[in-house]
Structures are given as C-alpha cells and as structure tokens.
C-alpha cells in the first residue's frame, strides 16, 4: 500500500518487499515466501551497481527481526555515503518501528534493542502509544509523561522528528469516539515543541492503515519542509528554534494526513457495511454466517475482505485531502 | 509498472511477482531473486483460502519458461471454475506473449508449444510483430499475410480478440518515422475484423513500455466494453457480427492507449534528454563518458535510469489522455 500511496503522488519509487503473501493477516492466515535480509542486500548490491544509489528518502516499515533491521541500517549508512561523495543532500531515514500495538507484540521482543540502536540515525519516526512506551522507556498516561516521552526520544535517542499515530489519553475534549495524535520536531537544545491533533475515531480494523499513516507522512512532511525557503538543506530539515509547534511543517504534514486518511477510511467503513449486508443477504442471515466451522471460516474472510481500505478508487481524496483537523499545542 | 497502472485507473490488484530484482535488464544485469513456479501456486492456494478468488480479470506478462505458463493456466482455470460456482462472469484473460523483439528471443524457444496450448484459454493476446509471426507461423510481410496471421489466431487458436502491439511494414503512409499497430476482434465465423492506428514512432528504447501498454489496454477495453448495453455478458466480449472494426471496443481502446503512451514517451524523451545533458557536463563530455571501461559503465547504467518512463508524476495524463489517433478501417 506505501509503495502505490508514494507513486500516485508522484514519487519514483525503488521498492524492497520483505514478504510476498497472498494476503495480509487480518484474514487469519497466509501463504507465499519471505524475502530475507541477505536478498535484500543482495539487491542493495544490484542498485549500486545499477547506479541506482543516490536516494533522497527511505522509509522502513514492518520488519520481522533485528536481522532485517541491520540490513536496513547497513542501507542507510551506504546511502549516506554514496549522497556524501556525490554532494547530494543526506539520506532522509523515516523509520516506522512497527513493534505491536494496545500492549500485544507482533514480532519477538528481541528486536527491542535493534531499534533502539537504529534510532540515532532515523530522521522521523511514527510509534504508536504502545512502541513509543517501548523506545522511551516512558508509561504515556497523561500529558506531562507523554513529554517526557517525546523529551527523551528527542534527547536521548537523538530523534529529530516524532509522530506517535495514537493516543490513549485523557485529554480535555477527548473521550471514546475520538483519538489524539502528538508530535514534535526538536529544538536545538533537543527539547521538545509538541502538537497534537484530535481526530473522531472510526470504529474498524483496517489492516494497511499504519504503512497508510506512513506514505503520506513522507510526502506531506516533505511538500511542507519544500515551503520554507532553504529547509531541505537544513541538517535533518529541523526549523528554527523560533518556529511554534502548530507552525511546524511536521504539524501541517499531520492536519493534511490525518484529513486523507478520515476520508478515506470514511469511505471504506461505508462499503465494508454495503459488502457486508450483501453478503449476510446472500448467505440468509448473520446466524447462518456462523452456522458451522465451514460457514464461520468464510464469514471471517468476507469481513476481512470487506474491511480493506478503499485506495485505488479514492486517489484524488488522497492527493487533494480537504483541511479538516488543527494541530493546536501542547 | 502494470500495477501502478491498473491502481492507478481504479483497479483492486492482486500482483504476484515472478520477480525480485534490483533493476530492469535495460542496465546490463540485476541482482535479486525469482518466484518459483511452485510459489506462484502457493499464493494461488492461500488467495483461495483467503476466499480472495473471484477475480474479473487476469493480466500475465512475461514469464521465464514454460513451468510459469502451467502455473498461470492452472489459475485461470480454476478461476473459472469458481467464479462458475458463484454465478458471476468468467474470468477475462488477457495474455501478452513476451517471447521477443525484432527476430530475438528473450526466453528459451521451448517456451512457444506452451504458449500455444494457453492461447485457446486466452481472450485477448499482445503480440509483438515477431511473437505473432512465431504463435501463427504466419510470416507478416504486408497487408494479406496480416490478415493470414490474424485470422489463424482467432481461427485454429480461437482467442477472440489481439492486438499486434507493433508492426513494421509498409503500408501507404507509413514511413521510418511512424509505426502502425494492427488490432482485431473475430466474428461469430471466426474471421477478423482489422483495424490499424499508425502513430508517429518514438526514438529510444524504453524498458516497460510492453507491461504500460497490456495494462492500460485492460483497462481501455473494459471501459469501452462496458458503454455497450449487455456486452460485459457476452461471451469473450465480442461484439455483434454487424460492428465495423473500426467501431469495436478493442479499437477505442487503441485509440486511448496510444495517446496515453505517447503523450508520456514524448515527456519520457524530453527529461532524458535533459538528464543525459546534464550528465555529460557533470563528466566533462560524451569522449570523457566514454573515457574507460569503469566511465563507460557508469555512462551506461546513466543512459539506462535517464531513459525510465516517467509514470508517477504523470498519472493525470495516463488516465486522462488527449484524443490523438484515430483508428482505420484495413
């Protein structure tokens, strides 16, 4: 879903699979083969020998283990190299530490320590509440420890640019049917200048929301640092120390972000109900979806299959978002 | 490319790659790995299970050997099979025969008896000159062994609808500066019915142009089938006996698709230009480009990533050509 995300809005992209399944696991299970990190340096070697090396950004999303993590890392310091002798700009390193979410882990707790030795090279990272928990060390529960969260991202990790993408929190204005998101790009005494958005929270699982989250955050944050006269040049494309946290081209990347993926999502919870009285219609009710083991196993792919998120046919929502959400501060 | 493609106009895809690779051949060699045949019907397998198995329509470009062929046919006709259990339309093939270009093969010749056996599963073909010549033994020299070589496709093949994606041949106002495409979809008696688009030729070698043309072409001709009452239900899609080639589906669809290709070729050429003239600065002239055997490679892998069709950043023209060609009747 990145890969399609970036490319219709104009970027050319060189992508790595890490898997090819038939399916994303929302559906129970999958089949298909596992790229491992030796391919994927094997065809890191392939595009510097192409000439295919002078990258602006990378983005890394879900990574099964540390070993793939290495690879990635190995990437970023080559890139940077390879930009350096060419006297091109740095490398940007969006790093997405996809962990777990709602405190479950999806991959092996070992690859704790391999992000956290990632992050002093990643330019922007996209926790949510659970990975941001994890990286800081911080229990987020209100909003003086969800700065120190952000402070310690900042000071200790040296993280120029976080997003957490969702926050259980109490905050005045928030309760069930909406969710918050922070964020913060550093000062140069690496504190933190936070915003937040709050956003309705809409009532499904997607799977592909968080690759979504991700793809759009690069474009956008890109397209606003673009606006400030000599950003892009500027180490990390880090503003000045007398720019406000609503002001930052990271907060004005979220508000229109945040404003696609409402819409999008909007759209797709609307179909998924459509497909799904269609089918319960076909099938003669929602007792006889879960009749036997048979008839429940098709149920739980129809729902799955009904919960995707509607991206082919809503590309321009994604490419021209209404404003819809105000970053205010912290 | 073919998925950016179709997403791009609106398609849901499912892609399974037969390949991993670095970079395309048009940079001399690439690293990466291959889908096995075997894999391919593991995903088929777990696409099945996942209840993912009702598709419209099925795209195959290139394929290795003969093993991927096997592979393909299987899931088209299990396909069939399904999408007969569920009373919904049979699958549309359409396959492009990568074999070669201009008298070259790029696959192992055992590839052709495989390649004959699908074609009577196929609905819609995209030979090139040389595969049409090789799927109907017919050698196409001028406009009556034209017609042989299509009538025996749709005849002793009985694939209903092909388009010849390049033609080199001389026909009244053809010269070295155009090329015509040739395109037919047979009568109830299985003969053709000819229309041909001359379009002014291009001067480079792009990689993917074959993949943009069999995925815009999908997408064209379902358009196109669809503004006619009823014909979606019609078998293979073929129109009444009374439709004149020229007013067939499949030649509005040509029409579309070669003002698509060439208005982003024309823009192709235009950015190569300026990128290879700007390359030659950087290295001190084409003699320095050339200078040894290190500059002679870099200079080649340059001339390769100059020539990379610009896709992304031009989607708007992919999906909303200008009206350019006009097909005519043979």
Redesign the interface.
Known sequence: MA??I???L????AA??TV????HLG???????R?TPL?II??????N????NNFDILLSGYLPDESFIDSVLRIVRESRQNNRKNSKETLFWLLDPVMGDNGRFYVSETIIPAYKQALPYADLILPNHFEAEILSEVKILDVKTLETALSTLHSRFNVPHVIITSLNLTYPGVDKNSLIIAGSSMKSDKSPRIFIVKVPKIDCLFSGTGDMFSALTLVRFREAVCEIPGLTQVSHWLSLDSVRSIDLPLAKAAENVLASMHEILTISIKCRDEEMNAYYEMVGGVEAANANENASR?HK??L??AA?VR???N?PLLKYPMKMFNAIEL
Chains 1, 2 share one sequence.
Do not use: F, H
Request: hydrophobic residues 40%; glycine residues 12%; contains cysteine.
């Open positions: 890969t399609l970036l490319q219709s104009g970027c050319d992209v790595i699979n090819q399944l038939s399916n559906y129970g299970r999958a089949r298909g083969s790229t391919e094997e065809i890191w070697a392939g595009l020998e192409a000439g295919l098709k792919a129809a799955a299959k995707e991206i082919s046919r590309l």
